[in-house]
């Protein structure tokens, strides 16, 4: 692929940004895109809805992240043959996730599992990624020392706290947005400071030098030791947030789309699988993994000791992920005056045709019943 002096300048500015925001930040397309009337770029999403009826039997590449077992529907699909059955040809590369945000906005990546925030970056820098399923929903939680005794429900339980967090915690970004929403004046009323590892940020606890440290699902199980309790959990303060989504690039979308829906049919099935046969998918897991069964227990379904925050819903939440967008101009995660909007790229037409394709299938199937009840609430 050539790539014009324009797309060149543009992908080139946009990942010196990404390399600022600690491979967060937004890539370019790869296309020429018109002025919008006002001056502002246009953000070209599909107007033609015949492609919506092509694309089968396309080779889809999808990226995933080393051995994450938070893909878990995708893990079984692929085992179980699942995508195989759905006549879905799919790839599974493991890429690093700058790299897969790169190649996807310049068409070279089809699909992959990450975080929402890349896509919210990308997409805010003129990129056209699609966010059209879900992986992840939730999955932050606060630690502390067990000598922390305050109780985390509102924003004013969070005036005068220091607080931990990896840059690419989603969680500490929605709470973050809400706090700020709530009249608390980051760096003034709270303190965020991000850390490198899980080792610096447990120093800070056990010094002193931070009151919380926000980290993903399931370390609170697996750090949760020598005085560190789970303080908190994001999602019971901000309300449900997306995390890992499901996105892919513009030419998947408008040439593959029957084979993403045959890809979202397959992914719907590993999630009904995972809800219903915890025994084998913790084994299945362990061996993708090599990680031990108590971990993945408690990581995937919690136990009666660790609660799991990790919702692993596949319904895109394209309300939440909307909503997400304008909380990162909020905390200035991203431009707040980008003339780009979500609005056009969370996208719910290839996941309701999946499920539709599935209740037609099987009625009475209770997973794809209760998505079903669910979906209008989430998605316009």
């Given amino acids: 692929m050539t790539l014009s002096r324009r797309t060149f300048v543009k992908v080139a500015g946009v990942s010196a940004a990404t390399l600022a925001l600690g491979g967060l930040a937004a890539c370019s397309d790869g296309g020429e895109k018109a002025d919008a009337p006002g001056g502002a770029p246009a953000q070209a999403g599909p107007q033609d809805e015949a492609f919506m009826s092509e694309g089968k039997g396309e080779h889809l590449v999808c990226a995933v992240t080393g051995k994450l077992i938070k893909i878990a529907p995708a893990i079984i699909a692929q085992q179980k043959g699942f995508f195989a059955e759905e006549e879905c040809d799919v790839e599974f590369q493991t890429i690093a996730l700058a790299d897969a945000m790169a190649s996807m906005s310049v068409n070279r990546l089809d699909i992959d599992l990450f975080g929402v925030v890349p896509a919210c970056s990308y997409v805010s820098q003129g990129a056209e990624i699609y966010v059209f399923g879900g992986t992840i929903l939730n999955g932050s939680e606060m630690l502390s020392t067990e000598a922390f005794d305050r109780e985390l429900k509102t924003a ?17 970004m929605a709470l973050k947005n809400y706090l700020q929403e709530a009249g608390l004046t980051l760096g003034e009323d709270v303190f965020f400071e991000y850390v490198d590892n899980n080792t610096t940020a447990m120093e800070g606890l056990r010094s002193g030098q931070c009151d919380l440290f926000i980290t993903n699902n ?40 029957l084979s993403l829906v045959d890809f979202e049919v397959a992914i719907l099935r590993g999630y009904d699988y995972y809800l219903n046969n915890k025994d084998e998918v913790i084994q299945m897991l362990c061996d993708y993994s090599s990680q031990e069964p108590d971990y993945v227990e408690a990581a995937m379904y919690g136990t009666d000791a660790y609660r799991n925050v990790m919702n692993l819903s596949p319904d895109p939440h394209t309300k939440d992920v909307k909503q997400f967008y304008k909380a990162l101009q909020n905390i200035n995660e991203i431009d707040p005056d980008s003339p780009y909007d979500m609005e056009p790229y969370a996208v719910s037409g290839i996941y309701r045709k999946a499920l539709d394709i599935l209740l037609d299938r099987e009625p009475d199937n209770e997973t794809y019943k209760a998505l079903d009840a669910e979906f209008a609430k989430n998605n316009d």
């Fill in 156 to 172: 004013e339980d969070f005036r005068g706290l220091r607080i931990n967090c990896s840059r690419e915690e989603t969680g500490q």
């Fill in 218 to 257: 399931a370390m609170g199980y697996s750090l949760g030791v020598d005085g560190i309790k789970v303080a908190g959990i994001v999602r019971d303060v901000t309300g449900d947030y997306p995390c890992c989504r499901q996105n892919c690039s513009a030419e998947a979308y408008t040439s593959k789309y």
